[in-house]
């Protein structure tokens, strides 16, 4: 562990909107999938239960 | 009655017996993804150093290259899938290749815009005509067309074949393409401008990145299977296979 | 003989409906010439749409300059990618007349339930495309590469690889052909299936002709042109076979 401080943390050496930037879109795009999926489900068994 | 020892692999193939299989294996594929893109994250966001050449920036390959290794490595799958689908006519097989080919996409996509993240602080341009990211572009390009073709043709039966035939086709070219557009970029750049040179990496590093990919790689299967289940209630929402669940 | 038996209303040549007679007095190699030449003689009773290919090259060729203000040596660093991007999507325009007009008046169906291997049949129809589209291009090509200060050297190599890369085009354009048989609109669809796989073939053609303007040989970019060519003519009429199958079934 070497950040003194959180906002070291956050600044990333100055690469901050970069490298969060990256992992944001990651993330965000991961869940968006699984959200997508899960909408799915759900409205393919509402219409099997009809 | 089957005897015990007789493994029925094709027992599988069939979407019946295969929906509660999936079922059972998604749970357990979502919690161990989560735990290992956690690891991973630790791994990359606190453990290790601060490279020598790209300081605190590097730190995108962590999910960049994992994102990039699955956008082609998923497209292998799916095209290993079409094959199978077009030998066997499995049902099951064309669904599966359906059900791979948008977590494919969506990797292929992070890997494009975490390149550009990556690109402008160490190069400074947002994009570069690099080997590795212009064949990662192109392979964007490749799981449109699937896409496309599949939306563009009404008949379920023949959606699924002449996807998997332009699957096929599509991984065929994977290789010949990438080799084209390494050649094309050494002739026009003389140093190689390139992201594909990772800093010098440490064993951590390559330990970080190692448990994202994996981690990455059980989250796929979750939502592929998921995909898949889903594929399977739609089709048979008119057979009518579980009418009662 | 066969003449006797065009039907002047569709256009078509019931040339296997009397598959019999001609396998018994035809060899194979002669039922496939006049595939080909049948081929070529329907396509050009729509002398309108062959020549739309041609006209296409020449007017979208011209635009370039008039986006760009007329350097002369602007236009000749850009002439090898301009040329052959142009001509690569001259030829993807018609690409669906490959197979369209004889799946839709069933002749396409009667030559697959023929004798003929289907792989053979495909890959006279490329051939025929290739004569009417692709090769009037690599007439053409070195006369507009004078509009863009090319040298001889360098037209000779455009001719060239133009030679070669509109036949790989042909052949590998005509899977997305077979693809989208019968699917309505399928012009733009066509294009995104197929120009990803064109890339290698416009990395090596424009290559070889951007070689010549560094001053390198342009044969390493040619025989790379000429390997693809050997794949694409040795994989190309299988997976098109395949994808017609599978659109008429």
């Known amino acids: 562990m070497h950040w003194n401080n959180i906002s070291e943390f956050l600044a990333m050496g100055g690469y901050g909107f970069y490298v969060w930037g990256s992992f944001a879109v990651t993330f965000l795009s991961m869940a968006i999938e699984l959200w997508l999926i899960n909408q799915r489900r759900k409205s393919v068994t509402r219409t099997l239960e009809q | 009655m089957e005897k015990k020892l007789d493994i029925n692999w094709f027992k599988y193939a069939s979407p019946k017996t295969f929906y509660p299989l999936a079922g059972k294996i998604i749970p357990w594929c979502a919690i161990g993804a989560a735990i290992l893109i956690a690891y991973g994250l630790y791994i990359g966001l606190f453990v290790a150093p601060t490279d020598f050449q790209q300081g605190e920036g590097y730190r995108i390959i962590f999910v960049h290259v994992p994102s990039a290794w699955f956008s082609m490595f998923l497209y292998l799958i799916m095209a290993f899938y079409a094959s199978m689908g077009l030998v066997f006519n499995a049902k099951l097989s064309y669904m599966m290749a359906t059900a791979i080919a948008p977590t494919g996409a969506m990797f292929t996509f992070v890997a494009l815009v975490t390149g550009s993240l990556w690109g402008k602080p160490m190069w400074g341009a947002w994009w570069v005509w690099d080997a590795r990211l212009t064949s990662e572009l192109i392979l964007l390009f490749l799981y449109i067309g699937y896409f496309s073709l599949q939306a563009a043709i009404d008949d379920k039966n023949r959606a699924d074949k002449a996807s998997a035939v332009l699957a096929l086709v599509g991984a065929i070219n994977v290789p010949i393409i990438y080799f084209s557009v390494k050649w094309w970029n050494t002739l026009h750049q003389g140093s190689s401008v390139s992201l594909t040179k990772a800093p010098a990496m440490a064993a951590v590093m390559l330990e970080g990145m190692l448990v994202m990919a994996i981690g990455f790689w059980l989250y796929s299967i979750a939502i592929i299977l998921m995909r898949v289940r889903c594929d399977i209630l739609e089709r048979d929402s008119k057979l009518q296979m579980f009418k009662k669940d | ?249």
């Open chain 3, 1 to 249: 003989m066969i003449e006797a038996n065009q039907n002047t209303t569709s256009g078509s040549t019931h040339l296997l409906g009397e598959k019999s007679t001609v396998t018994n007095s035809m060899s194979a190699y002669s039922v496939l010439l006049e595939i080909l030449k049948r081929d070529i003689r329907v396509a050009l009773r729509r002398q309108s749409d062959v020549a739309a290919v041609f006209f296409f090259f020449i007017i979208a060729a011209s635009l370039f300059p008039l986006g760009s203000g007329a350097d002369p040596k602007l236009l000749s660093a850009m002439a090898p990618s301009v040329l052959w991007v142009t001509a690569l999507l001259s030829c993807m325009l018609s690409l669906s007349r490959i197979f369209a007009s004889d799946y839709a008046d069933g002749t396409l169906e009667q030559m697959l339930l023929s004798n003929q291997p289907t792989v053979l049949i495909v890959l006279m129809k490329i051939l025929a495309h290739w004569i009417l589209s692709g090769l009037p291009l690599v007439l053409v090509a070195p006369l507009i590469g004078l509009q863009f200060n090319l040298s001889n050297e360098q037209l000779q190599v455009l001719a060239i690889s133009l030679l070669m890369g509109t036949l790989a085009l042909s052949l590998i354009g005509s899977i997305g052909a077979a693809l989208t048989l019968g699917i309505r609109s399928t012009g733009v669809l066509i294009a995104i299936l197929v120009l990803p796989l064109y890339i290698p073939v416009l990395v090596f053609g424009a290559g070889a002709v951007n070689a010549v303007s560094i001053g390198m040989s342009p044969n390493g970019a040619l025989s790379l042109l000429g390997a693809v060519l050997a794949l694409a003519l040795v994989f190309s009429p299988l997976a098109s076979a395949a994808a017609l199958r599978i659109a008429l079934e």
